[in-house]
Nanobody, 122 residues
Framework: HVQLVESGGGSVQAGGSLRLSCEVSGITEGTNCIGWFRQAPGKEREGVAAIMILGATTYYTDSVKGRFTISEDNAILYLQMNNLKSEDTAMYYC??????????????????WGQGTQVTVS
């Protein structure tokens, strides 16, 4: 049974930082891909960052490169977000799939999702 549980969202002023966490269970093999997506009101869900479980290769959407860092440790997925901007405001979701990462895949390629955590930057 796969379960993803996010935490760490909140409200922050522009330029501030937040760290999101996602506890991953049921899909911890090293051949699986996990990542973060976000969806702002009225917009489509987009990939933010992805990483192989137990791996080092990371993928980022261009708008967060140099500001966000994805990492995984002991079945917890993290997203460190620095220098936050108003356009980062969105619901953030943790997602996983049972195959390798191939860059930032579309949401439809991920079978397992968390409930989401809200990030608001003012």
């Amino acid at each position: 049974h796969v379960q993803l549980v996010e935490s760490g969202g909140g409200s922050v002023q522009a330029g501030g930082s937040l760290r999101l966490s996602c506890e991953v269970s049921g899909i911890t093999e090293g051949t699986n891909c996990i990542g973060w997506f976000r969806q702002a009101p009225g917009k489509e869900r987009e990939g933010v960052a992805a990483i192989m479980i137990l791996g080092a290769t990371t993928y980022y959407t261009d708008s967060v490169k140099g500001r966000f860092t994805i990492s995984e440790d002991n079945a917890i997925l993290y997203l460190q977000m620095n220098n936050l901007k108003s356009e980062d405001t969105a619901m953030y979701y943790c997602a996983a799939r049972r195959n390798f990462c191939t860059g930032l895949s579309a949401p439809a390629d991920f079978a397992y999702w968390g409930q989401g955590t809200q990030v608001t930057v003012s």
